[in-house]
């Protein structure tokens, strides 16, 4: 024990090791968190970027983007060996290697699992098919992943925009115009209980009333109500934060100055609140991207390789001369919003669950994950640079 | 040279006021001057004054709580009237009551008596409460500019009724920044945001948006508690030059404020009135004990 | 001269009227008792019942206007709380319009001693009264314009002329009784002529009064009863 010098002197003793222990304890476990988080992006990332960046086939153009992968329909891979060599290849590629009209053979099969390679016939490319040996074929392995990413689009813009006219004209209501008491107070409960749902009830609910009740069918309508009831209770909880954020004096010295209560909340409470309504909608905007459990049933069909506005208005819809032209628009919105599309995350369910795992369907495995990763982010930047802006213009 | 000689003539000359204010020996005549009692005259006029709010017996009550007990007194024309007394008593829930504030309370109530304005009923059905509040105008305790520009802010309220005409505006901005004692000091960034505004400046604003809409009464909830003396000084400065133009009712927790820029002061406590008279006669020499002890700072 | 004793950065407000109310009629105080002095010596001097009378009339006024000062001076302190230099002015109008009240009555004393005097002939010539008056007069004055013009020095200045004032009041005393021990008929003009010499001295006090009072004002320290500045 060395001598006592001053009355602080620094003592070594149980506690101190306790803090010590704690402290170390607590920073592993973070790192360990961390080191997760890393390694399941960085797989992502480098088994998903050559996907999309192209490191086999680099034409030389900046930034060396995989077209191919990022705005074309998937294809089934045909691998097979042809004179003892390994060869991939797209389905439009290898009909055209064997000569055969792609039109001519059955389109991409309807279930993938029961999928049998078309027995090619001799050709005028003069390719002898029993050059073709080992010949297997994998679903959406090939091509790209355009209309998965247009149907994410299309399903979060949509969905957010209902959800955000919802849940802020609810929230306006919940938080200006209704009087506090039990009634409001079992509501806001209500709708707090329901963020706690799980996902897949809401599939089976927007199933049960937009795509059966409704007859909406499994279309993009079906998809962005389920979705957008799914985030409702996530919007207006955080837009009523926001709106009770607005200091009371904005109201009062509006009201005080003359104002209606619509005035009121138009002109000087909901500018304010908007920048905040927006950052909680980015929490709203990453599960909306990242539900597959609610498109399953609603929207989403896994064979739609066709591009939402790939529609046929047949003539025979539309009456014949100008009305005709008239009720296109209508009609071409019409198909559009009932249409059915394809989404990331459901398109990542089918090729990392329905398809076997090898070499050949990594790429389009990891490198959907990758892009849908990019798309959320994407959307969630936009989101806050919106919010960034408005909050600059708007600041208290 | 000339200059130089005649400067310094006017240094050495003795400056007596003396000699030319006071007859001395010269006179014979006896001039009586005509004395001024300021204070006598004047206490008994402000109270003569025209009644403008006429508060008649009102009860008033928060759900079952009653807040004020049968307050009964009359609010004089052009001339600032103070609220004081401790926290709770009521004085800042009457205040809210004269532009009918405390609708946007719920569960509140007037339970009896009427509070008249020019000699309407401000609670009568037929009233419409958007008009009322243009007509009794009120700045906060809490300076509340809105988040947009000095001129945008002066101009909300004309905008609201639908006056968008350049011209008009501009004219309305000068002038109720002018009346606001602010003119000078932001005409050069008038659009620039209100929020760049020093407290005190801040609280002229609020003033001046709400003489914008040329309202008759301005009511005042503790104008001053946010700002620093200095401030303070200048927004009492505008309150004794605006009581020219208006009516001003004035609830402050700062009983020197109420001294200096009142003419009348109301004492409230627990709910009642217990003591209105003539700012100085509070102050010196009130009649009830409470307030004694109230404005001497021995109360509880 | 519209200078006001409060030091503040801003003068428009209530406050600073209310003090320069105060001040204004602290000079029309002192004009009037200096005119009431005046008047006084006068009716002395030139024999004259008729100013003799006014200067009782005029009293009156002073009177009133000694009120209304501290009903003004406590309204403000109740209303506005002074501090610092306008707080002093409070508490030193009030002592101010006091004195000049005081002199005013001095004054009065003064004519009415020139009616008694007036009935006979006079006892020796006038000289060393008007004297005092000059420089008790002059007093007044100076002490006035030392509250206008924030000069401390001449207040100061003004408080050693009492010193001369005093000095002539013995010499006249000693002078008078002299008379009244030769010839008793002159015991009532003695007797008078000491009074209003008193009083002159009594004004001369006052004056001294004020001008401690001013010296207060404008430097913080108090210098009645002889204590000077440095100690």
Known sequence: ?396 | MVTTKASLMSQTQPTTMMDESIPTTQTTEVVHTPVATPSASDKAARLNAPTIIDINNVDFYYGQSKALHGINFPIKEKLVTAFIGPSGCGKSTLLRCLNRMNDLVDGTRIGAGSIKISGVDIYDPSVDVIELRKRVGMVFQKSNPFPKSIYENIVYGLRLQGINNKGRLDETVERSLRGAALWEEVRDRLHTSALGLSGGQQQRLCIARAIAVEPEIILMDEPCSALDPIATVKVEELIHQLKQDYTIVIVTHNMQQAGRCSDITAFFYMGRLIEIDATEKIFTNPTQKQTEDYISGRFG | MTTTPSNAPYSNGPASEQIANIRETLLLMASLANRNLSLAMRALVERDEKLAASVEAEDSQLDELEISVDELVINHMATHAPVATDCRFMLVASKISSNLERIADQAVSIARRSLELNKEPLLKPLIDIPRMAQIAEGMLRDSVTALIERKPELAQEIIKRDKEVDAINKQLARELTSFMLEDPTTITRALNLTIVARCLERIADHCKNIAEEVYYLYQAIDIRHDRTPTS
């Open chain 1, 1 to 396: 024990m060395t001598a006592r010098t001053h009355p602080f002197q620094r003592k070594t003793t149980v506690a101190s090791y306790r803090e010590a222990g704690v402290f170390w304890a607590l920073r592993a476990f973070t790192y360990i968190i961390l080191g997760f988080g890393v390694i399941i992006f960085s797989t992502i990332i480098y088994k998903g970027s050559p996907a999309v960046f192209g490191s086999e086939r680099i034409d030389g153009t900046f930034p060396f983007l995989h077209n191919d992968f990022l705005f074309t329909k998937p294809q089934t891979l045909h691998v097979f060996k042809y004179k003892g060599e390994i060869k991939q290849m797209s389905a439009a590629d290898y009909y055209t290697f064997v000569g055969q009209s792609p039109d001519a053979s059955t389109p991409p099969p309807a279930n993938p699992l029961t999928a049998s390679p078309p027995s090619p016939v001799l050709s005028t490319t003069g390719i002898n098919s029993s050059d073709i040996t080992d010949h297997e074929t994998y679903s959406y392995a090939a091509g790209g992943i355009w209309p998965q990413i247009v149907g994410t689009i299309l399903l979060v813009i949509g969905s957010m925009a209902i959800a955000l006219v919802l849940g802020i004209f609810s929230a306006i209501y919940l938080s200006e115009y209704s009087k506090q008491g039990p009634l409001i107070s079992a509501i806001r409960l209500a709708i707090i209980n329901l963020a706690g749902v799980p996902s897949i009830v809401f599939g089976l609910f927007g199933v049960g009333l937009f795509v059966l009740a409704f007859g909406w069918n499994i279309s993009l309508m079906a998809g962005w109500f389920t979705l957008a009831f799914m985030v409702l209770p996530v919007i207006i909880t955080a837009s009523e934060e926001s709106l009770r954020a607005v200091p009371k004096g904005f109201r009062e010295g509006s009201l005080a100055l003359g104002a209606t209560k619509w005035q009121t909340v138009y002109l000087n409470v909901l500018p304010y609140a908007l920048p905040g309504i927006l950052t909680s909608s980015v929490l709203g905007i990453a599960r909306v991207a990242g539900e597959t459990a609610p498109i399953l049933f609603t929207a989403a069909y896994a064979t739609s390789d066709k591009l939402p506005w790939d529609l046929n208005i047949s003539p025979d819809r539309l009456h014949s001369g100008f009305l005709g032209y008239l009720e296109y628009p209508f009609a071409w919105l019409h198909d559009f919003a009932f249409h059915g599309v394809n989404a990331l995350p459901y398109h990542i369910y089918v090729v990392s669950s329905k398809i076997p795992q090898n070499e050949y369907t990594e790429r389009v495995q990891y490198g959907t994950a990758f892009v849908f990763l990019l798309v959320v982010m994407m959307i969630a930047l936009a989101s806050v640079l919106l919010r960034i802006r408005l909050r600059s213009r708007l600041k208290w």
